[in-house]
């Protein structure tokens, strides 16, 4: 093999192993093999020395276009490994600018809000939250609420009776107002008396636009020594304005319930329209809305707990959470509370 050919065939091989090189080790091990210090280019130039002077003009031209070709050689290589390395990683980036999948956050039902909302403010007047079951006896639902059987007033609360007899009677139901936790209360605890009873009653009756068959009712009651009828309204009358607004004002009206004497039912003055509107939404040119009913604990019943009636007073009120809620958010229908219509619901 004469020295041209030599170098030709180690351009061959060189180029076949450049090729075959995959990463950066593997070029630096290419490139001290060919122009290292043992490298096969190397060796040819080292020996060009000894040859003669035509023929080392000759070999010395080829090595030297041999061992420019394969430095182009190596940078391209290099050059291609490089974009492929990119190309890859790019191909499983994460893209940091596509914009995200949105996460539908949760929120409490309009009920639950303004139920919160009630105690919160009846907390910060000094009121305890307490709770009572809803599977009640006729005798705190009704009797001792001074509503005996056959009645009249016991119309006013068509009842769901729970199938238990006893003597040929039914003496449970589910309680139709939160009203029987004034007894449970005053026969459990001594004056004074500041309690907020939250939860949830049930009715007998046709379903409506403002009727259900269950309702939450948040039951006030307070009894002390020398509580009078001003402290029920100005009781009330703080509730209004802090759920209301506080240019609300309140209006109390003759009513009746047998459990409190006297009774009233307490209306706020209309915060959507000044009052004589008789388009307006909320309370249809009324002016007013009613809240709730209320009044001063019967004596009867602080002397039948054990208490000097002429000592102790107490007033007592129950409100309906999804009235307040309604009035709260302009919903016309009572049936979309309880539907579980996600459109609806999202709203409030
Ligand atoms: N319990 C009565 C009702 O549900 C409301 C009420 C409560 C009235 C307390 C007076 C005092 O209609």
Same mark, same amino acid.
């Given at each position: 093999m004469t020295a041209i050919e030599q170098i030709a065939a180690i351009e061959a091989e060189a180029r076949a192993s450049l090729a075959a090189a995959g990463d950066d080790g593997a070029l630096a091990a290419w490139q001290s093999g060919v122009f290292g210090k043992g490298?096969?280019?190397?060796?040819?130039?080292?020996?060009?020395?000894?040859?003669?002077?035509?023929?080392?003009?000759?070999?010395?031209?080829?090595?030297?276009?041999?061992?420019?070709?394969?430095?182009?050689?190596?940078?391209?290589?290099?050059?291609?490994?490089k974009a492929a390395s990119l190309a890859a990683s790019a191909?499983?980036?994460?893209?940091?600018?596509?914009?995200?999948?949105?996460?539908?956050?949760?929120?409490?039902?309009?009920?639950?809000?303004?139920?919160?909302e009630i105690l919160d403010i009846f907390a910060r007047l000094g009121f305890a939250t307490v709770e009572g079951p809803e599977v009640e006896l006729d005798e705190y639902n009704f009797g001792r609420l001074r509503i005996p059987e056959h009645h009249p007033a016991r119309d006013m609360w068509d009842t769901f009776w729970l199938d238990e007899e006893v003597d040929g009677r039914q003496?449970?139901?589910?309680?139709?107002?939160?009203?029987?936790?004034?007894i449970r209360h005053i026969d459990t605890h001594e004056p004074p008396i500041r309690v907020a009873v939250p939860?949830?009653?049930?009715?007998?009756?046709?379903?409506?636009?403002?009727?259900?068959?269950?309702?939450?009712?948040?039951?006030?009651?307070?009894?002390?020594?020398?509580?009078?009828?001003?402290?029920?309204?100005?009781?009330?009358?703080?509730?209004?304005?802090?759920m209301f607004g506080p240019e609300r004002r309140v209006l109390?009206?003759?009513?009746?319930?047998?459990?409190?004497?006297?009774?009233?039912?307490?209306?706020v003055d209309c915060f959507a329209c000044p009052g004589d509107n008789p388009a307006c939404p909320v309370c249809r040119g009324a002016?007013?809305?009613?809240?709730?009913? %209320? =009044? /001063?604990?019967?004596?009867? &019943?602080?002397?039948?707990?054990?208490?000097?009636?002429?000592?102790?007073?107490?007033? *007592? %009120? =129950? /409100?309906?959470?999804?009235? &307040?809620?309604?009035?709260?958010?302009?919903?016309?229908?009572?049936?979309?509370?309880? *539907?579980?219509?996600?459109?609806f619901l999202s709203q409030f």
């Open positions: 490298g096969s280019l190397t060796g040819i130039l080292r020996g060009l020395g000894a040859l003669a002077p035509e023929e080392r003009k000759a070999v010395g031209a080829a090595a030297n276009l041999a061992k420019q070709a394969l430095e182009a050689a190596l940078a391209e290589r290099r050059d291609a490994l191909a499983d980036a994460l893209d940091v600018t596509l914009p995200g999948r949105p996460l539908r956050r949760g929120r409490l039902h309009p009920v639950t809000q303004v139920r919160r003496p449970l139901l589910l309680r139709t107002h939160t009203s029987p936790m004034q939860g949830r009653c049930y009715r007998y009756e046709a379903t409506d636009a403002t009727h259900e068959w269950m309702l939450e009712q948040v039951e006030l009651l307070a009894i002390d020594e020398g509580l009078s009828l001003a402290n029920l309204k100005g009781t009330l009358q703080e509730f209004a304005r802090q109390m009206r003759n009513s009746y319930f047998p459990f409190v004497e006297p009774g009233v039912e307490l209306a002016g007013w809305l009613e809240i709730m009913g %209320a =009044g /001063m604990v019967h004596p009867e &019943i602080i002397a039948a707990a054990g208490y000097d009636p002429e000592r102790y007073t107490g007033f *007592a %009120a =129950g /409100m309906g959470v999804e009235r &307040i809620t309604m009035l709260k958010f302009g919903i016309t229908d009572i049936r979309d509370l309880h *539907a579980n219509d996600l459109r």
